[in-house]
């Protein structure tokens, strides 16, 4: 059984992109379940002031991330980037220096938006970002969802659902990348050396 982490780059209560990583268990492969990360709104601003003594909110999200096999992270696109509750999370799981939880972690990235691009710049933005935490970025077809209002429902059991075909299919078939990515460990195989280099920077 793999355990994914969804996080959502979307704090509001009606949200397109919360909406949509609520669809994706129906979308799974057998084996996978995801559960979609409350608690982002919670995080206070980051600061190295903190560090010494994280909140809660932090160490909760942190330990999220480190007990998932593998992330999904859905981002809305607010002025050409990603929304600044998002990047307040990645950087507090980035933290402290040479014990990120991010490394090495099987990481499903997409964008949606209402409008016609899908939010396609928060998703070259969040992608870059990702590398740079040293994530496994599972590969596929680059998912920004455009016009996603009109592509999620409810089915009879008030679950969310994908209504278009297409983007139902090209979700199932990440979700099968990951799974494989979790399967065959193929994020995690240089984390221990990874971890050992960025420990030793620290110092
Ligand atoms: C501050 C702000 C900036 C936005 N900038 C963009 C943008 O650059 N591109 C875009 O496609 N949508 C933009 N939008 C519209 C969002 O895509 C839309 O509000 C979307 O529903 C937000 O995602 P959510 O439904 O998951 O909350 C912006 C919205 C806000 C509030």
């Known amino acids: 059984m793999s355990r994914i982490l969804a996080i959502s780059g979307s704090i509001r209560a ?19 379940s995801i559960e979609v990360f409350k608690g982002i709104d919670e995080l206070p601003h980051f600061n190295q002031d903190l560090e010494g003594d994280v909140p809660e909110s932090v160490e ?6 480190r007990e998932a096999d593998g992330v999904i992270i859905s981002t809305p696109e607010y002025n050409r980037s990603i929304p600044g509750v998002l990047k307040n999370a990645l950087d507090w799981a980035s933290r402290p220096y040479g014990q990120s939880s991010w490394v090495g972690k099987p990481v499903v990235a997409l964008s949606a938006s209402p409008g016609a691009q899908g939010g396609i710049r928060a ?32 089915d009879a059991e008030a679950q969310r659902v994908l209504t278009d075909p297409a983007t139902a299919g090209m979700v199932k078939f990440t979700l099968q990348a990951l799974q494989t990515a979790v399967e065959k460990n193929t994020g995690v195989q240089h984390v221990q050396a990874l971890r050992d280099w960025t420990q030793s920077l620290a110092g």
């Open 14 to 32: 009606e949200s397109f992109n919360t909406a949509l990583l609520q669809a994706f268990p129906t979308l799974a492969p057998e084996g996978m």
């Open 60 to 65: 909760r999200l942190r330990q999220a991330i």
């Open 123 to 154: 998703l070259e933005e969040l992608t870059g970002q990702l590398r740079n935490l040293a994530v496994y970025l599972v590969q596929g077809p680059e998912i920004a969802i455009p016009e996603v209002h009109s592509r999620l429902g409810v």
